[in-house]
């Protein structure tokens, strides 16, 4: 029997979509905890770190882990294409890569909860990167879905209900979709189904 590939866990999403707090639920129902690599959380545990210490902390941390050939998690905006370069450096180092996409319906709503927040006392984010990232994260995933051997997205936009799966992609494909997605997951699912047409997929 072929010993299963280790797997890179990412929950992305814009700001204040509620990853940390889908992370924390994924953590309870898991035989086995996952560590997660996470530069905010190392943040608020040691305030005296400047913002290129932590990247330098949670990158050589990432690096152990890879060589190691050991799951873990990452959570990340996905807005930039730096972030991409970490998913293809654990393809390349045979990883498997699961993302759980988790996102609100509007950048108002998102900034609405960063502020819900920094109440709770949690960090806060500048209302023009929430935007800005908001839009990039999307755009980014719509161009580069491919990597991802599965893709949950999840919407988080409805606070009396919580967190609904809204479509689940595999191998490029999408295989479920929910009756009445979320416009933005609606948009995401519309565009791989449209590049299905293109792509010779398994």
């Keep these: 029997m072929s010993q299963e590939l280790p797997v890179l866990h990412?929950?992305?999403g814009p700001n204040g979509?509620?990853?940390?707090?889908l992370f924390a639920r994924f953590q309870e129902t898991a035989k086995q905890p996952l560590?997660?690599?996470?530069?905010?959380?190392?943040?608020?545990?040691?305030?005296?770190?400047?913002?290129?210490?932590?990247a330098?902390?949670?990158?050589?941390?990432?690096?152990?882990?890879l060589?190691?050939?050991?799951?873990?998690?990452?959570?990340?905006?996905?807005?930039?294409?730096?972030?991409?370069?970490?998913?293809?450096?654990a393809k390349a180092a045979g990883y498997r890569v699961e993302l759980v996409y988790v996102s609100l319906d509007s950048v108002q709503e998102?900034?609405?909860?960063?502020?819900q927040r920094v109440r709770e006392g949690g960090h806060d984010v500048p209302s023009a990167i929430i935007e800005q990232r908001y839009h990039q994260s999307l755009s980014l995933l719509?161009?580069?879905?491919?990597?991802?051997d599965r893709i949950r997205l999840v919407d988080n936009s409805d606070r009396a209900t919580g967190y609904q799966t809204a479509a689940?992609?595999?191998?490029?494909?999408?295989?479920?979709?929910?009756?009445?997605?979320?416009?933005?997951?609606?948009?995401?699912?519309?565009?791989?189904?449209?590049?299905?047409?293109?792509?010779q997929l398994p």
Aim: charged share 20%; proline share 2%.
């Design 10 to 12: 990412i929950f992305g």
């Design 142 to 148: 719509k161009q580069q879905y491919l990597l991802f």
């Design 56 to 65: 330098e902390i949670t990158s050589a941390r990432i690096r152990e882990l």
């Design 67 to 89: 060589a190691a050939q050991v799951s873990f998690s990452i959570e990340s905006n996905l807005a930039t294409a730096d972030n991409y370069k970490l998913i293809n450096g």
């Design 168 to 199: 689940l992609i595999g191998k490029g494909k999408v295989r479920e979709v929910q009756a009445a997605p979320a416009s933005w997951a609606a948009g995401v699912v519309r565009h791989i189904q449209q590049r299905e047409r293109f792509v």
């Design 35 to 54: 560590e997660q690599v996470n530069g905010d959380v190392l943040q608020q545990q040691h305030p005296q770190l400047s913002g290129f210490e932590v």
């Design 17 to 21: 979509s509620g990853k940390s707090t």
């Design 110 to 115: 998102c900034r609405y909860r960063v502020q």
